[in-house]
């Protein structure tokens, strides 16, 4: 656990390009913050709150975010790979990702109900035991991403490709699908579908 220690507020500020990068940010809390093209790589910033932050062309490859808050938190053009996102803060927790490669992260376990991920990479992700119900991929690639013991109820696959989710193995009342991506839903019985070329 940190040591307790005052906590730095920093509210309606604008940080541009500011390298963080395997540097750990200590006892902060920013609100309504905005984060442009600052390099957050292997840095470590546990225990810290983002609460309504927008971060822009940021990278977060492997950073650390152990007990960090995110709260209503917009990822826009982002970098966040190998982020493991199940050891956040559980009560601090909601996102909008868009443009963004969140490519071998980990959710696992996390609550993400009505979390929109819009034209990203989720390549390789970890969703298992998550609870996206009403969630939204649109147009994200989701080649090798886990769903396991998810809650996928109401949630939106529509546009979404390359996905493999076994129904037996994961909770999907009325999640949404488009007649082009059901073969995500069919891949354990290595079926041969034929779309009438």
Request: with cysteine.
């Amino acid at each position: 656990m940190p040591n307790k220690k005052e906590t730095l507020t920093h509210q309606d500020k604008t940080f541009s390009n500011v390298d963080y990068a395997e540097k750990s940010l200590e006892n902060r809390e920013f609100i309504k913050c905005e984060f442009i093209g600052c390099d957050f790589s292997k840095s470590d910033l546990s225990y810290n709150d983002f609460i309504d932050c927008h971060f822009k062309q940021c990278n977060f490859s492997l950073t650390v975010v152990t007990g960090a808050g995110f709260r209503d938190v917009i990822f826009t053009g982002c970098k966040i790979l190998g982020v493991d996102f199940s050891k956040c803060n559980k009560f601090l927790f909601s996102f909008l990702f868009e443009n963004s490669h969140i490519d071998y992260a980990t959710f696992y376990g996390t609550k993400l109900r009505k979390t929109k991920f819009i034209a990203c990479s989720l390549k390789e992700t970890d969703f298992e035991a998550a609870d996206l119900t009403a969630a939204v991929f649109s147009d994200c690639d989701l080649t090798g991403a886990t769903f396991v013991r998810s809650v996928l109820e109401k949630a939106d696959f529509c546009t979404a490709r390359n996905f493999s989710i076994d129904p037996a193995a994961n909770q999907i009342k009325q999640a949404k699908f488009s007649v082009t991506n059901l073969a995500g839903l069919l891949h354990r019985y290595n079926l041969d579908i034929n779309y009438g070329e």
